[in-house]
């Protein structure tokens, strides 16, 4: 267990759908970050969030948002899904800077239909 | 735009054959190269990191290396259950697009066979 918690861990979904997907960082951490993984594109940076607040962006489409709350859990939100959004989403946590490394949770699985 | 290129994409070994994995980057301002070994379906597991050039990390049968431009990933005498896709990730100075995010490669996948 990294101590970085995500659910679910599966989900599978319709075309045009909405989900969100959750994530824990690990104690002490406060900022969180969020990755999307699929066969052709390795980890790609969505966004992060330092302590509630939007730290950086990569390449995050416009139909996903995030947000972190005040206990530091985070939440993806993805809309109006399209097949291409199928992909492994990953949660990492660090504390500020990076210091120390960044610890990944095990991931969500989405499957678009 | 900060790159990072890993090489072979797939590498097949032996067991106790040892060999190493290529990572190159450009990035400006090295804030740390970072190793992952990420099993099927699983999160990254963090290996090492490395800040500086000259600067060498061991843990097991992996030892990482630095140099200005790259980073390798030597494997000596390889066991099957090291394999794995493994994933190099540098840190910039950060910006107002990436924050300290990590930018990864696309990864080695590593198979060990007996």
């Known amino acids: 267990d990294s101590g970085v918690t995500q659910t679910p861990k599966h989900l599978i979904t319709a075309t045009g759908q909405r989900v969100t997907l959750r994530c824990s960082p ?15 594109q390795g980890l790609q940076f969505l966004i ?3 302590n509630g607040e939007e730290r950086a962006k990569g390449n995050i489409l416009e139909r996903f948002s995030a947000q972190q709350f005040p206990d530091l859990h985070s939440e993806l939100n993805l809309s109006s899904l399209e097949l291409g959004d199928s ?8 504390v500020e800077g990076g210091v120390g490394g960044y610890t990944f949770g095990s991931g969500t699985r989405l499957t678009v239909v | 735009e900060d790159q990072v290129t890993q090489s072979p994409e797939a590498l097949r070994l032996q067991e106790g054959e040892s060999s190493s994995l290529n990572c190159s980057y450009t990035v400006s301002g090295l804030r740390g190269l970072f190793w992952y070994r990420q099993d099927p379906g699983k999160g990254p597991e963090f290996l090492f990191t490395l800040y500086s050039a000259g600067e060498e990390k061991e ?19 390889p066991k099957p259950e090291d394999s794995a896709t493994y994933l190099c990730a540098v840190r910039a100075a950060s910006n107002s697009n990436s924050g300290y995010a990590l930018n990864f490669g696309k990864g080695t996948s590593l198979l060990v066979t007996p």
């Open chain 1, 26 to 40: 690990r104690s002490g951490d406060l900022s969180v970050y969020w990755y999307q993984q699929s066969l052709d």
């Open chain 1, 48 to 50: 992060q969030y330092y």
């Open chain 1, 87 to 94: 992909a492994l989403y990953f949660c990492a946590s660090s």
């Open chain 2, 59 to 77: 843990k097991e049968r992996l030892k990482a290396t630095l140099t200005k431009k790259e980073s390798f990933l030597h494997i000596t005498a």
